[in-house]
């Protein structure tokens, strides 16, 4: 077995080294600052013990921001792949186009994220000027046209709107790509069999779908956790705080933006406890999604 | 052997030491790393861009290199300096340099520049510098930052808007201010424009409100109080109160609550609003959307019933140089400092990037003409939150801007607003002490 | 029996009606898909038609059509930022990026899926778990580590941050991959005869096209339009991506209001990608689905 050995080490030796020395050491030099008082200068960081993480329990903007991501994560995860399903069931009715309207759904998905939230928040929400109050008012639907999608009240639900219309395309490609290798005799079968579209439905595609689902579900919830490039830049000149996910968060309280906070060892705190989040998250997902892998 | 060696060795010495001395001679190479908060194609770093060239054609051996790194650039200066990377000096609002890096001991002190003559006039530097202006970020005496460019804070307004519905002078007291605001009203126009998520806009309405009510420094005290009662004077229910007012007499009309940065001075640019409180950036920045014939004017906040505050107290975004501590080449630095603030140099800046500059007896452009006068008149200047930006960034951050602005937007009242602060301030100093 | 109308055109109308009745039971799924897809593009022109206008006229008529097209935005936005360096840039580093993760990450995720070695699941999940590390989080100490390396603001050190940090995902998407692998061809060729080493270049690794372009697809179109890293490790004029420059681009003309410029030089930025998923969509979408061919 020594030739198994030495083949497990040289195949593993790149991808180890690499990790270790720019991944794993940053990131444990990163937790050992989260317990320190520090900004970013070494004679002055101040061990604070746990204090970092006893502050964020009691830190309002840090709750608001945990909650707006988890929003994101759980009413986010069951609009997109609501909508997903939705859309790869119907590409799939035997239209014609098909991979045409696919490649369109798709589209947001190349375009460079600064490049949408100029688009969503100042050519679509724009209250006076906007796509949005100016369509629904061409249409006739006059106090749909009056909402404010970017006041303080709205604007987290605004922007979860675009999140959640890049992210479909995403997933339905995916969803496609799982259903696609699905051999076709088996529905074939089925429906001589007698079974319906939605016997059809929970019989077969489901299961066979379950590992692409579950491969689409634990990268939605690592990406919805750590969501930062279209809330950062979703307001213009600083995110708002409304508008805050833990990573948005994290990077203010580190770098600050035109006020300089730079409470590295707090950022960081809250980079551990969302590290922490994702695991359990994870954990979760992997125990309620598991099921046999199907080799087939 | 050893004499080999040693032969070896000597010669070795003495090849290296004329390098070693020769290094640091003043003819050879010097590189000066400037990483710059402007991004390349705005007019104040071409502006910068030609002064770097003058100063290299002045002096050959210097050789400036800069970085273009928009507003991010204390940031990403940071990051670098920590991590041990050589930046000689840069640039920013004084405000968040004042309490980001100069706080952090990382500005070498300037003093002993400043003493020294100006190229072009007979007099020690700093006193061709508008007055106030090197002592507002001063520490103990002591001048960390050179500031260039010099913005006021004021109201900016569309002087045909006014002139058509009668209003001759601009407002001088609140009382004037809020009949002119009704003039525009019933005139059609949106009186006041505003930006729902630009934080250090809003609360230009407090810091006015307080300096005007009670003088320069009340609010840096009441910031300063560890159990927040200060808040509980009544001249802050009486501010967030006129706040809402303007509000709910529709001066700054609702949609506005919908506004992202830059829709609602958009308004004003088309036409559709009059004016706004701003720093006075505001016409360089709808330079390409207003009409031809716009005229710009500004006026300064009004003066308060019974206030003990000056109207003429100005608040001022100084746009600083700062030179790196652990630098290794202090004085070409400051030679070329000394060389940017000549009457030549800063009048093409004020010229070209149409800003205001920090230098006396040089003419800002016509569309600013009315900040220069303030700049001129100004009984005291102050900065952003009353300098608590600069002292206290995480408190006026985190709990001052965030509570004015739901006051702002109408999502707490002002009784709400004031056991806000008080309640949150007591906790950030409990916590921070 | 007895029929006028001729066998032919009978056999259309029942092939047209069965057409148009499919066509029919399909309108409900055409709309939602036509309406979904209309707004899609609908968006994306609507920057196209507003960069050939004036700001103010963008702002003042926001639906109508530009009245007389600005060409000079372009050539503003051209100009603004160095674009050709900017798209090189990120090509270079995109594709070797891409290339190397997947060179680094194959072997790494076949032997953690394939071999039962002890610590192979917990390997697995330390591998894995770095997905959820929020790249702010590393900024300073990664950025002390490049400066050592003298690779600050350069773009192998940017490639070295990418690759490095881009392990975890390829991974977790290889491994998933390479676990659904049948086995039997495997154990044919180790009867045969064939080292560990044949096995996995002969026979594993051609099996897994799929789940490899997949990944590469994925790393392709994740570093493509990036640019928080690009902002820590790469942000000088030589070194800029493309994502990058439109970050610069959106912030130099923000403060100058010159917004129809902007919407210039995103189309001017969008069109190579669209172009080329337009051109390449086909296979790149398959390259997700080629494992429906056994």
């Known amino acids: 077995m020594r030739a198994r050995t030495r083949l497990i080490l040289t195949f593993l030796f790149p991808a180890s080294l690499l990790y270790i020395v720019f991944f794993i050491y940053p990131a444990l030099r990163a937790l050992y600052t989260s317990f320190f008082d520090w900004s970013g200068f070494s004679d002055n960081a101040r061990f604070t013990g746990l204090d970092n993480y006893r502050q964020l329990y009691r830190d309002d903007l840090f709750i608001e921001s945990m909650s707006n991501t988890l929003t994101i994560l759980i009413a986010g995860g069951i609009i997109v792949f609501g909508l997903a399903f939705a859309l790869t069931i119907l590409l799939n009715s035997g239209i014609r186009g098909r991979k045409l309207f696919r490649a369109v759904i798709f589209l947001p998905n190349i375009v460079a994220v600064i490049a949408l939230t100029t688009m969503w928040s100042v050519a679509i929400y724009h209250p006076r000027f906007g796509l949005l109050k100016n369509g629904l008012a061409y249409l006739g639907l006059e106090s749909w046209s009056t909402i404010l999608f970017t006041s303080p009240q709205n604007i987290f639900k605004s922007m979860m709107a675009a999140i959640i219309w890049i992210n479909v395309g995403f997933y339905v490609v995916l969803l496609m790509a799982g259903i696609d290798k699905i051999p076709t005799e088996l529905y074939e079968a089925a429906k001589i069999d007698g079974a319906n579209q939605v016997q059809m439905f929970y019989k077969i595609t489901v299961p066979l779908l379950w590992d692409v689902i579950t491969v689409g579900i634990v990268l939605w919830s690592i990406n919805a956790l750590k969501i930062f490039e279209f809330p950062f830049a979703f307001t213009a000149l600083e995110p708002s705080p409304n508008t805050y996910t833990v990573a948005v968060y994290l990077y203010v309280m580190g770098f600050g933006q035109r006020t300089p906070i730079y409470r590295l060892g707090y950022a960081t705190a809250m980079g551990v406890v969302l590290v922490l989040t994702v695991i359990l998250v994870v954990i979760v997902l992997r125990r309620v999604m598991r099921r046999e892998v199907i080799q087939y | 052997m050893k004499n080999v060696k040693l032969l070896t060795l000597l010669l070795v010495a003495a090849l290296a030491l004329p390098l070693g001395v ?353 700049a001129a008149n100004a009984t005291a200047v102050f900065g952003m939150a009353d300098g608590g930006v600069a002292l206290y960034p995480e408190l006026v951050n985190n709990i001052l801007y965030v509570n004015w602005s739901k006051l702002f937007l109408g999502e707490i009242t002002p009784e709400e607003f004031v056991e806000t602060m008080v309640d949150d301030q007591a906790e950030y100093w409990a916590n921070a002490g | 029996m007895a029929t006028t109308t001729p066998p032919t055109t009978m056999a259309l109308s029942r092939r047209t009606r069965g057409r148009l009745q499919q066509l029919v039971q399909h309108v409900p799924a055409y709309a939602i898909l036509i309406l979904w897809s209309a707004f899609t593009l609908f968006a994306i022109g609507w920057i196209a038609m507003s960069s050939l206008k004036s700001t103010r006229q963008l702002f003042q008529e926001p639906l109508a059509l530009p009245p007389e097209p600005r060409f000079e935005n372009y050539d503003i936005a051209w100009n603004a930022v160095d674009m050709s360096r900017y798209f090189l840039n990120s090509v270079i580093v995109v594709s070797i990026s891409v290339v190397l993760i997947l060179l680094i990450s194959a072997p790494a995720a076949y032997v953690l899926s394939r071999i039962k070695f002890r610590g192979s699941n917990a390997l697995t999940t330390i591998f894995t778990a770095g997905m959820g590390i929020p790249y702010p989080l590393l900024f300073i100490p990664l950025f002390a580590l490049m400066l050592d390396l003298h690779l600050t603001n350069s773009l192998p050190g940017l490639i070295l941050v990418y690759v490095s940090l881009s392990l975890p995902f390829t991974i977790y998407i290889l491994t998933g991959f390479f676990i659904t692998l049948p086995s039997e061809l495997e154990d044919a060729a180790v009867i045969d005869g064939c080292s560990d080493y044949q096995v996995y270049w002969k026979i594993m690794l051609p099996l897994a096209s799929p789940g490899m372009l997949t990944a590469a697809i994925f790393n392709f179109i994740g570093l493509w339009n990036e640019y928080q890293l690009a902002l820590v490790f790469a942000n000088t004029e030589k070194t800029r991506t493309l994502s990058l420059g439109l970050y610069a681009l959106r912030n130099a003309l923000q403060y100058t209001g010159d917004w129809a410029s902007l919407f210039a030089g995103i189309v001017i930025i969008m069109v190579p990608t669209v172009v080329i998923y337009v051109v390449l969509s086909e296979k790149m979408i398959s390259g997700i689905t080629m494992g429906s061919s056994k």
């Open chain 2, 22 to 374: 020769g290094v640091s001679s003043g003819q050879d190479e010097v590189k000066l790393v400037y990483w710059s908060m402007w991004n390349e194609t705005e007019p104040q770093a071409q502006v910068i861009q030609s002064w770097i060239e003058a100063f290299e054609a002045a002096n050959p051996n210097i050789d400036i290199q800069a970085t273009w790194n928009g507003r991010q650039n204390q940031t990403l200066v940071r990051t670098a300096l920590s991590a041990g990377e050589t930046i000689d000096f840069v640039d920013q609002d004084a405000d968040p340099i004042s309490g980001g890096l100069v706080a952090e001991g990382l500005a070498l002190p300037l003093n002993e520049y400043l003493d020294e003559t100006a190229l072009d006039e007979d007099m020690p530097v700093r006193d061709v510098f508008t007055p106030g202006t090197l002592d507002l970020f001063a520490v103990d005496g002591q001048v960390y930052l050179w500031p260039y460019v010099y913005n006021t804070s004021q109201f900016w307004y569309n002087k045909d808007a006014f002139a058509e519905v009668g209003i001759e002078q601009p407002p001088a007291t609140w009382e004037e201010f809020l009949d002119a605001c009704q003039k525009l009203l019933d005139a059609g126009y949106d009186p006041i424009a505003a930006e729902s998520d630009i934080q250090f806009y809003q609360i230009d309405y407090l810091t006015y409100q307080a300096v005007r009510y009670g003088g320069v420094g009340f609010l840096l005290q009441t910031l300063e109080d560890p159990t927040g009662e200060m808040w509980r004077d009544p001249i802050y229910l009486q501010a967030a109160q006129n706040m809402r007012e303007l509000w709910d007499k529709g001066y700054i009309p609702p949609e506005s609550a919908g506004y992202l940065w830059p829709a609602g001075q958009q308004t004003l640019g088309v036409g559709l609003a009059a004016m706004e409180l701003v720093g006075s950036w505001l016409p360089i920045e709808l330079a390409n959307v207003v009409e031809g014939s716009f005229e710009w004017g500004g006026f300064n906040f009004p003066a308060m019933p019974d206030g003990a505050g000056d109207q003429n107290d100005l608040m001022v975004y100084l746009l600083s140089f700062m030179v790196v501590k652990d630098t290794e080449h202090p004085r070409e630095i400051a030679d070329f400092l000394k060389f940017i603030t000549t009457q030549e140099n800063m009048q093409q800046m004020a010229d070209e990037a149409l800003v205001g500059v920090t230098r006396v007896d040089v003419e800002w452009a016509p569309e600013i003409a009315d900040g220069a006068a303030a």
